[in-house]
């Protein structure tokens, strides 16, 4: 079964500081994945994804992740937080086995301190 | 840019009621898709369309059901609704891996 797992349900940062969310995977083929952000009552607004091509991937926002087959990961970094970059996040896994359909971690927030 | 609405952004209903849930997507997508959110859990799919009048169960489809008569509507009911019910209800559509969101329906069922 393919699956991902964020290892940590709250990160808090301070302003400035580098974010690290980190995101493990498990998948029999080659996987696509995503980063998802929520902010408060909004809706799911897609921040990048992996599809088998670079590796580091660059999204929105100045965030980025990095796909590390040897290790199953795909965390999610930004050099430098800031206040609106407080949200929640879902590292995603894509099933292309005809159900099309995505599957989401348990989600991960993020607090920013001034 | 995509464009996936949802009727309601916040609803009360009573145990027992029926509710429909609407979404319409302006993109022309064939995949639509129902999940619920619940704090810890992530999203869990209900149920995903990939066609007019196509259905198929997601994760967790007991007490649910949808219609979609129309391409761009993908329908959520709650045949008689409870309060394990009260959740966050997100829409979502796609013409491959990636799924554009609407903005949610929070249910609150009492």
């Known amino acids: 079964a393919q699956s991902v797992t964020q290892l940590d349900s709250h990160v808090s940062v301070s302003e400035g500081t580098p974010v690290l969310l980190r995101c493990n995977y498990s998948?029999?083929?080659?996987?696509?994945l995503f980063w998802y952000v929520q902010h408060p009552n909004k809706g799911l607004q897609l921040l990048l994804k992996y599809t088998s091509a670079a590796t580091l991937v660059k999204g929105i926002n100045g965030f980025e992740a990095e796909f590390k087959k040897s290790e199953t990961s795909f965390h999610l970094t930004k050099p430098s937080a800031h206040m609106s970059d407080a949200a929640e996040y879902f590292c995603?896994?894509?099933?292309?086995?005809?159900?099309?359909?995505?599957?989401f971690g348990s989600g991960t927030r993020l607090q920013v301190q001034p | 840019d995509v464009k996936v609405t949802q009727s309601s952004r916040y609803l009360v209903k009573r145990t027992g009621e029926k509710v429909f849930l609407e979404c319409v997507q302006d993109m022309d997508h064939e995949n639509m898709f129902w999940y619920r959110q619940d704090p810890g859990l992530g999203l869990r799919l209900i149920y995903f369309?990939?066609?007019?009048?196509?259905?198929e169960k997601g994760d967790i489809p007991e007490g649910y059901s949808v219609s979609r008569e129309k391409k761009e509507r993908f329908s959520l009911i709650l045949e008689s609704a409870s309060t394990n019910q009260t959740s966050m209800y997100l829409c979502a559509s796609s013409l491959a891996e990636t799924q554009y969101f609407g903005p949610g329906t929070r249910l609150l069922v009492l």
């Open positions: 995603v896994i894509f099933l292309d086995t005809g159900r099309r359909a995505l599957t």
């Open positions: 369309s990939y066609d007019v009048k196509m259905k």
């Open positions: 998948s029999s083929y080659s996987p696509s």
